[in-house]
């Protein structure tokens, strides 16, 4: 996981930038955001609502940013990343809780700025991608903010970590079963697996995957994630929902941005951005 300063992202594309700070929902921190504008704009913007990557411990808001930073000029969106508090210091639900105060202060503050408020979208990476899907939950729970669709890149969905693919992969590999054990353990605390956990916490625990916006989701074929992806694609489209899913043969878990200009990486990306264009109705500039 990398994390860039500003001044190293806008050697990739040119954009405004701005933060705002918000009180989280328990009164304790303020949410940061980070806002990423397209210049040169008029209309109201597509907006990525981003939640980094790093197993509910690590990183920040600036986190594998460089990968996706480019959007912002080539498909004029504009890009807002969430500094969400990490376990162990903050257990859940607060990670879950910054997030989802994050995106409901964006969808309140819409039109200050510039942003189409009915499309605006989930990103996440990793342990941010179970935190979209949690906040994807949420969010058609409490009757919004409306989401206009759900991008869950490799995938932390299952605090339970007894999937095959989590069992083949264990004692070995960059990411492996006790590194997940680790991180469900600093958010949920020891002996979480005895407890009834719920599906904001680990979002593979919902029984009801309806009503969820078209989701996307993608993982390798050997990586510890790869059985929960599945999984979650299937419930979708038990319940008819909308999802594409993409197991990519070979891949370790973060494949695409370990080594981004491997063939089985750039596929992997062109084909997420595919995917966008069609769902969003982006279109490059």
Known sequence: MKSMTVDELRGFCDFDYEE??????????DVVLSIFRPQGTTSPTPAMYFIHGGGLVSGDRFSDLEHLINLVDKYGITIISV???????YRYPVPVDDCFAGLLWVSDHAEFLGIDASRIFLYGVSAGAG??????????DLSGPAIAAQVL??????????TPSSRQFDGFGGWDRASIQSGWTAMLGNGHGELEISPYASP???????SL???YLD???AEVFRDEAI?????????GGQAELHVWSGGFHGFEYVVPGAPLSTTSAQTTLKWMERTLGLVAR
């Open 131 to 140: 935190l979209a899907a949690s906040v994807a939950l949420m969010a058609r």
């Open 204 to 210: 593979a625990r919902a029984t009801d995957l309806s």
């Open 219 to 221: 993982v390798g074929s």
């Open 213 to 215: 916006p078209p989701t």
């Open 83 to 89: 500094e969400y508090r990490l376990a162990p210091e």
């Open 231 to 239: 999984d979650y694609a299937r419930e979708i489209w038990a319940v």
């Open 153 to 162: 890149s490799i995938p932390m969905l299952d605090h339970r970590n007894g």
């Open 20 to 29: 705002r700070t918000l009180a989280s929902q328990d009164g304790l921190a």
